[in-house]
Nanobody, 115 residues
Framework: QVQLVESGGDLVQAGGSLRLSCTLS????????MGWYRQAPGKERELVAS???????NYGDSVKGRFTISRDNARSTVYLQMNSLKPEDTAVYYC?????????WGQGTQVTVSS
């Protein structure tokens, strides 16, 4: 059974940085496209960043130039480096893995950015 476990969420001041981590267990990490999504109160879940099995990355418009997604297949972990954080980045951040029909979500980690 595939499990995704996120960590790294915290309370940080605007302009600060955080790094989120997500580790996959129960399957072979390298065969999955990986992504980070976020959901703020009263808003829909949105894509933050994604990275394919081949290392191609994609970012939501609101985080381009500030966030960086990376993956370490040897550690079965995907990272999200978040710099220049803004209060509007406050949300629960979810890790996501996909391989065709198979889609998995983590439990989420809270990121709060104070002004």
């Amino acid at each position: 059974q595939v499990q995704l476990v996120e960590s790294g969420g915290d309370l940080v001041q605007a302009g600060g940085s955080l790094r989120l981590s997500c580790t996959l267990s129960g399957s072979i990490f390298s065969i999955y496209d990986m992504g980070w999504y976020r959901q703020a109160p009263g808003k829909e879940r949105e894509l933050v960043a994604s990275v394919t099995t081949g290392g191609m990355s994609n970012y939501g418009d609101s985080v381009k130039g500030r966030f960086t997604i990376s993956r370490d297949n040897a550690r079965s972990t995907v990272y999200l480096q978040m710099n220049s954080l803004k209060p509007e980045d406050t949300a629960v951040y979810y890790c996501h893995s996909s391989r065709g029909f198979y889609q998995y979500w983590g439990q989420g980690t809270q990121v709060t950015v104070s002004s």
